[in-house]
């Protein structure tokens, strides 16, 4: 898969966010910092969504040149049909300025006693992670994918997937096909 004649404008100057770009398509993106315009910690898919779409469409109002806006944004999703468990997503929005594609990276099962933590002491998952781990910017390295796997899936790894997936609609010619023929 060719990426290579892409712009790419990251709404976040993220660590592990830039090298997950870099992993998926061998680019440096430009970095602006944008607002998610969601909470600090999102506790719901819906909400990662939204954050995820407004970081990608803001990253690309900030450029003058036009490209793809990428937005990445991690949350909480709790799944209370099946297994009675958070998990923690990480979503990548691309946006052109015309279409908006997700690709939501891996779900992993966060200990249920961190998200009571953050919801009883507003504190944010990474301020768990980094004391869990007795470190800081966990947030920016491994994160918790690296914590809880003892570094077997590191955050920027998640998020490189997702990138590739958001993106493959803009390069791949088979989403040019229509249904029922055309072009
Ligand atoms: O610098 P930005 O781009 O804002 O990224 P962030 O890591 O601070 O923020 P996100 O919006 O992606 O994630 C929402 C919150 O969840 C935390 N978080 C998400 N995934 C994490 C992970 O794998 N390890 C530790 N904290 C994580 C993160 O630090 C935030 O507090």
């Given at each position: 898969?060719?990426f290579?004649g892409?712009?790419l404008?990251?709404?976040?100057?993220n660590?592990a966010k830039?090298?997950?770009?870099?992993?998926?398509?061998?680019?440096?993106p430009?970095?602006?910092?944008?607002?998610?315009?969601?909470?600090?910690?999102?506790l719901s898919?819906?909400?990662?969504?939204?954050?995820?779409?407004?970081?990608?469409?803001?990253a690309l109002?900030?450029?003058?040149?036009?490209?793809i806006?990428?937005?990445?944004e991690?949350?909480?999703?709790?799944d209370?049909?099946?297994?009675?468990?958070w998990?923690l997503i990480?979503?990548?929005?691309?946006?052109?300025?015309?279409?908006v594609?997700?690709?939501?990276g891996?779900a992993?099962?966060?200990?249920?006693?961190?998200?009571?933590?953050?919801q009883r002491?507003?504190?944010?998952l990474?301020?768990?992670?980094?004391?869990?781990?007795?470190t800081?910017?966990?947030?920016q390295?491994?994160?918790?994918y690296?914590?809880?796997?003892?570094?077997?899936?590191?955050?920027?790894?998640?998020?490189?997937?997702a990138?590739?997936?958001?993106l493959?609609p803009?390069v791949?010619?088979?989403?040019r096909?229509?249904v029922?023929g055309?072009?």
């Open positions: 898969m060719d290579s892409l712009k404008v990251l709404g976040t100057k660590e830039v090298k997950a770009v870099r992993l998926a398509t061998g680019i440096d430009v970095c602006v910092s944008v607002p998610s315009g969601i909470s600090d910690q999102p898919e819906e909400e990662t969504i939204k954050g995820a779409i407004n970081r990608a469409k803001a109002e900030q450029t003058e040149t036009g490209g806006g990428l937005g990445l991690g949350g909480l999703t709790y209370s049909t099946h297994t009675q468990q998990y990480s979503v990548c929005a691309a946006w052109d300025g015309q279409r594609f997700l690709g939501k891996l992993f099962p966060i200990p249920n006693e961190a998200v009571e933590r953050i002491e507003g504190v944010e990474r301020t768990v992670i980094d004391e869990w781990s007795g800081t910017g966990s947030n390295k491994g994160g918790a690296g914590l809880l796997t003892e570094g077997k899936i590191q955050r920027a790894e998640v998020f490189r997937d990138v590739i997936a958001a493959v803009f791949s010619p088979f989403y096909y229509r029922g055309g072009d």
